[in-house]
């Protein structure tokens, strides 16, 4: 392993325990409670999350040819919705904050608990053992949210000095990663371009996204803009993590680093999209009112 390599798993380490331990200190664990009393929007979070998901990728699958590591990738995205850098997306959209703090702890352990159950039915040949897949996800994802979560609860003046520190280190290691990624993996997603493994994520990231934000049109603007902003990312570290037990083809790899600037693009154009729907269900301020319609 070249020092490139090194430096871009050691990104990744501190970028998914920066980020997850950013969104704890920023919610205190009674803070997540009333979302979660939310039946509709629970819901309609673990059916988009872990059946619309999977099932737009094996039917993708079904009518486009792609090799086995590419289509392994994308099943194993597509078992990781919620990714580290959807908080900040889904505040750009307006979304209500007790939500997005809901969305990311729900997503955290749910994708815990089903992606060691999902990868054997939906990975054929897929031998890992459970506990293999779930150990680095608890470590990388649950981990750094609870302890931030137990700070914001335990402590909140520090939780609120520490916070915006954490979550500039989570910024700027998202930058170093991204052109981490770059490097190491350039020259593979320039060969994926004619096996149609970009396009085929494209496609499904769409897909995903258009379908969370229809099923979610019973939902209030914020609390919809949050689950359809959430739907639109994947969890990559969650998806690299059992990837080396069970696919060992570089170019899995490769699948899985495309969705980094994908789903972060996909994410920032449906916020700032989303965030004028909650604007045009804003009533209008006194100072728009018609002088005509004004009250004497």
């Given at each position: 392993?070249?020092?490139?390599?090194?430096?871009?798993?050691?990104?990744?380490?501190?970028?998914?325990?920066?980020?997850?331990?950013?969104?704890g200190?920023?919610?205190?664990p009674?803070?997540?409670?009333?979302?979660?009393?939310?039946?509709?929007?629970?819901?309609?979070?673990?059916?988009?999350?872990?059946?619309?998901?999977?099932?737009?990728?094996?039917?993708?699958?079904?009518?486009?040819?792609?090799d086995?590591?590419?289509?392994?990738?994308?099943?194993?995205?597509?078992?990781?919705?919620?990714?580290?850098?959807?908080?900040?997306?889904?505040?750009?959209?307006?979304?209500?904050?007790?939500?997005?703090?809901?969305?990311?702890?729900?997503?955290?352990?749910?994708?815990?608990?089903?992606?060691?159950?999902?990868?054997?039915?939906?990975?054929?040949?897929a031998?890992?053992?459970?506990?293999?897949?779930?150990?680095?996800?608890?470590?990388?994802v649950?981990?750094?949210?609870?302890?931030?979560?137990?700070?914001?609860?335990?402590?909140?003046?520090?939780?609120?000095?520490?916070e915006?520190?954490?979550?500039?280190?989570?910024?700027?290691?998202?930058?170093?990663?991204?052109?981490?990624?770059?490097?190491?993996?350039?020259?593979?997603?320039?060969?994926?371009?004619?096996?149609?493994?970009?396009?085929?994520?494209?496609m499904f990231?769409?897909?995903?996204?258009?379908?969370?934000?229809?099923?979610?049109?019973?939902?209030?603007?914020?609390?919809?803009?949050?689950?359809?902003?959430?739907?639109?990312?994947?969890?990559?570290?969650?998806?690299?993590?059992?990837?080396?037990?069970?696919?060992?083809?570089?170019?899995?790899?490769?699948?899985?680093?495309?969705?980094?600037?994908?789903?972060?693009?996909?994410?920032?154009?449906?916020?700032?999209?989303?965030?004028?729907?909650?604007?045009?269900?804003?009533?209008?301020?006194?100072?728009?009112?018609?002088?005509?319609?004004?009250?004497?």
């Amino acid at each position: 392993m070249d020092v490139i390599e090194l430096a871009l798993q050691a990104s990744l380490f501190v970028f998914m325990v920066a980020s997850l331990g950013g969104v704890g200190l920023g919610v205190a664990p009674r803070d997540v409670l009333p979302p979660l009393a939310n039946g509709r929007f629970m819901l309609l979070m673990l059916a988009s999350g872990w059946l619309v998901g999977p099932a737009v990728a094996l039917g993708l699958l079904q009518v486009i040819p792609l090799d086995r590591p590419y289509a392994t990738a994308l099943l194993l995205l597509a078992l990781a919705p919620g990714a580290p850098f959807a908080p900040p997306m889904m505040r750009i959209a307006r979304g209500d904050p007790a939500y997005v703090a809901a969305f990311m702890v729900v997503s955290a352990a749910v994708t815990v608990l089903v992606l060691p159950l999902g990868v054997p039915l939906l990975i054929p040949g897929a031998t890992a053992n459970p506990w293999d897949i779930a150990r680095p996800l608890l470590l990388l994802v649950v981990v750094p949210m609870v302890s931030g979560s137990a700070i914001r609860g335990l402590w909140p003046d520090v939780a609120a000095r520490v916070e915006p520190v954490v979550s500039h280190i989570a910024r700027a290691v998202t930058m170093v990663m991204l052109v981490l990624v770059t490097l190491v993996y350039g020259r593979g997603v320039l060969n994926a371009v004619g096996s149609h493994a970009i396009l085929t994520q494209l496609m499904f990231v769409a897909a995903v996204t258009l379908l969370t934000d229809l099923a979610g049109a019973g939902l209030g603007a914020p609390q919809r803009n949050v689950l359809t902003v959430g739907m639109s990312t994947r969890n990559i570290g969650a998806a690299l993590a059992p990837l080396s037990a069970i696919e060992p083809d570089a170019r899995a790899v490769v699948m899985v680093a495309i969705a980094v600037p994908m789903t972060l693009g996909a994410a920032a154009v449906a916020a700032r999209l989303l965030a004028q729907r909650c604007d045009s269900k804003r009533p209008p301020s006194i100072a728009s009112t018609p002088a005509g319609h004004a009250r004497a």
